[in-house]
């Protein structure tokens, strides 16, 4: 997910939207039997702020789908996780770097999935979990 700052300045441009789908290399889900559905969708605006520094404000759009934790019934959710992120050329600590003019958002993207991503996947709101049968609630006396 490279953005090539000299294209941008070539066009005459200080802005410009963006869209990509990639698949994370990393394992970004720790729950067990949920998957991520690949490709991811990021999309975006980057604007150019001064030499050293390139705003991107964008979205990042992601399905899981596997065993409901609760009931464990198969689903699937669909996220869309907002993001802003500065780059900087100039070495900032609170920044993602950038050299050469190009700007890589892969770190920015894993960084904000990492966060986004749900501890517990639950089919929706109202799972009530598995449901036992009458005579199951009899003998555990519920
Ligand atoms: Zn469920």
């Not at 001064?50 to 198969?74: M, Q, Y």
């Amino acid at each position: 997910m490279i953005i090539d700052l000299k294209e941008m300045a070539k066009k005459g441009r200080t802005e410009e939207d963006f869209f990509f789908e990639y698949s994370p290399e990393e394992e970004l889900v720790s729950i067990p039997n949920v998957k991520l559905e690949l490709p991811v969708k990021v999309l975006g605006t980057i604007r150019r702020v001064d030499k050293n520094t390139a705003f991107v404000e964008g979205e990042i759009c992601f399905a899981l789908s596997g065993e409901c934790t609760r009931c464990l019934e198969p689903a699937r959710r669909e996220y869309a996780a907002k993001f802003a992120e500065e780059f900087s050329s100039a070495g900032a600590e609170d920044d993602y770097p950038f050299f050469a003019e190009k700007i890589d958002l892969t770190k920015a993207v894993n960084d904000r999935l990492l966060f986004e991503m749900p501890i517990a996947f639950v089919c929706g709101e109202d799972c009530k979990g598995i449901e036992l049968p009458e005579s199951e609630y009899d003998k555990r006396g519920v």
